[in-house]
């Protein structure tokens, strides 16, 4: 009974502190609706790149010119539903192509080179030096970027490829590649890829606001009247567990609700939404022992307060909730790359949560990432627990 007048207590508490309700509710559906502004327009198949093309080639009016031809296939390349996939302008020197890629005008450029019909001329006839080469810059951060260059290089590929079957007569040996999009994929925005990394922002902000609340119990003397109610700290862990993990699953839902508004493509349906709040659940366990821990770990209320924040936002980071993060590996195991950052529970949550909503995974396809996220966890916990016994210990 007490365990359940503590969950009482903790919802309660919640709903009266503005405070609290701003930094588990609002923070993460603010950050939900600028995400979703920015990145939930057009889907992947839809964006037409901006690309800046410099021929150097010369002379273009000659028979042998290739760049010619290849610029109109540049240009003239469409996605599966009709739409251009660059928008091509023509620049005439490298250095105003680079300066409009560091404005940002557009995503990448392409350099044909001097004497590259030449060159492409030379190979068709037996030269070993190939058929020309083609140079590609700008900033691999960018998403365009990387979809670009992957694009002309496929159209360079198949480019080579007619220039050699018109000249000898005979179809290159090649392996096929059929490419066949998941499931739902084909619409996917980066939106659908960054709105479970915001739901789990949500949780580790969970970390801010239950430091705050059991520093002020602890400082302001309930937590030893509870002490003196006969209540164990196991009990007292237990009841903020279960309500703060319950409010982990109630930010999944109004987030899932605020990212379909905003043009999340929802895969799964209910099924999926029980299995992402499962995962919220987990999730909020290792959220609430780091709480404990920092207030453990603080001489006071006012400094368990301050460094809450300056652990959750850094976290945030660490994790993936914001933006992709580069490889780290660390090890491997089973034929798997480890990841530094995969050891934290929350970048496992992430990685499960975009499973099940964005690509409509079932339970079995994420049940041993539940399982891994459950045991940091607990290990978490057992820390956490140990920790705040020798804290109350020290000050009843």
């Not at 502190?17 to 600028?34: A, N, T, V």
């Not at 690309?51 to 540049?74: G, M």
């Amino acid at each position: 009974m007490k365990i359940i007048d503590l969950i009482s207590m903790n919802f309660k508490q919640m709903i009266r502190d503005k405070r609290s309700l701003f930094f588990l509710l609002l923070f993460p559906i603010i950050f939900m609706l600028i995400f979703g502004f920015a990145y939930g327009g057009d889907s992947f198949t839809d964006s037409t790149i901006n690309l800046a093309l410099v021929n150097l080639d010369s002379p273009h009016d000659s028979p042998n010119n290739f760049s010619k031809d290849l610029v109109s296939t540049i240009k003239d390349v469409e996605s599966d539903n009709s739409t251009k996939i660059f928008e091509v302008k023509e620049i005439n020197s490298i250095k105003d192509a680079e300066k409009l890629v560091y404005d940002d005008s557009v995503s990448l450029m392409v350099i044909i080179p001097e004497n590259f019909s030449d060159s492409v001329y030379s190979g068709l006839n037996g030269n070993d030096n190939g058929l020309g080469n083609i140079i590609v810059r700008g900033n691999p951060s960018l998403t365009e970027y990387g979809i670009g260059q992957n694009v002309l290089n496929s159209i360079i590929s198949q480019y080579s490829n007619e220039l050699i079957k018109k000249i000898t007569g005979s179809e290159p040996m090649k392996i096929t590649l059929n490419q066949e999009d998941l499931k739902g994929t084909s619409e996917f925005t980066l939106f659908d890829y960054a709105a479970p990394g915001l739901m789990v922002f949500a949780i580790l902000m969970t970390i801010t606001t239950v430091t705050s609340n059991i520093a002020k119990e602890t400082e302001n003397g309930m937590l030893k009247r509870l002490k003196l109610s006969k209540m164990k700290t196991r009990d007292y862990v237990l009841g903020n567990l279960i309500s703060w993990s319950l409010i982990g699953a109630i930010q999944i839902i109004l987030l899932l609700i605020v990212a379909v508004l905003m043009g999340f493509h929802w895969q799964g349906g209910i099924n999926s939404l029980i299995i992402a709040c499962v995962i919220g659940i987990l999730a909020t366990i290792s959220s609430v022992a780091v709480a404990l821990i920092i207030v453990s770990l603080a001489k006071n209320e006012s400094q368990a307060t301050n460094i809450a924040p300056l652990i959750a936002v850094p976290l945030s980071f660490l994790v993936g909730s914001f933006f992709p993060l580069p490889d780290a590996t660390i090890g491997t195991f089973n034929g798997h790359a480890i990841q530094v950052y995969e050891i934290l529970p929350w970048n496992q949550a992430i990685t499960a949560i975009r499973e099940v909503l964005t690509f409509g995974y079932s339970l079995n396809m994420v049940l041993n990432t539940m399982i891994l996220i459950l045991f940091m966890g607990i290990i978490l916990m057992i820390i956490s627990i140990i920790l705040f016994n020798r804290k109350l210990s020290r000050e009843f």
